[in-house]
C-alpha cells in the first residue's frame, strides 16, 4: 500500500482510485485554471467534490456557486459542468465520480 500526501498532487488530476463502476483522486487546480475549457458532463456517473484548501467556483448552466474549504457539491450525471479556480491561490479537493 503506498501512502498520499496532498504536497504530491501536482496542478490538475491525481487518480487515488479506479474501477469500472467509480474513480476517486485529488484535483489541484492554479489561480486562474479551471477543470476544462468549457463545461462537460459524464453520462454515466455523479460527480462529488469536497474543497479542502482554497476557493472554486462550479459553474453549471452559466451560473457559478463559489465552494469554499470543508464544502462540497454533487453534480448528477449528465449535467454540463465546470470547476474554475478565480482565487489567488491554488485550490485542492477531493473527488469521486460513481
Do not use: Y
Amino acid at each position: 500500500m503506498e501512502s498520499f500526501t496532498l504536497s504530491r498532487a501536482l496542478e490538475g488530476f491525481f487518480r487515488l482510485q479506479l474501477n469500472p463502476m467509480s474513480q476517486a483522486g485529488i484535483l489541484r487546480l492554479e489561480k486562474g485554471k479551471a477543470s476544462s475549457e468549457r463545461p462537460e458532463s459524464d453520462p454515466e456517473h455523479d460527480q462529488s467534490l469536497l474543497l479542502i484548501e482554497g476557493e472554486l467556483v462550479l459553474e453549471v448552466d452559466n451560473a457559478g456557486e463559489t465552494i469554499r474549504p470543508g464544502a462540497s457539491f454533487t453534480v448528477p450525471a449528465g449535467v454540463k459542468h465546470r470547476i474554475v479556480n478565480r482565487s489567488n491561490k491554488p485550490a485542492v479537493a477531493f473527488t469521486v465520480m460513481a
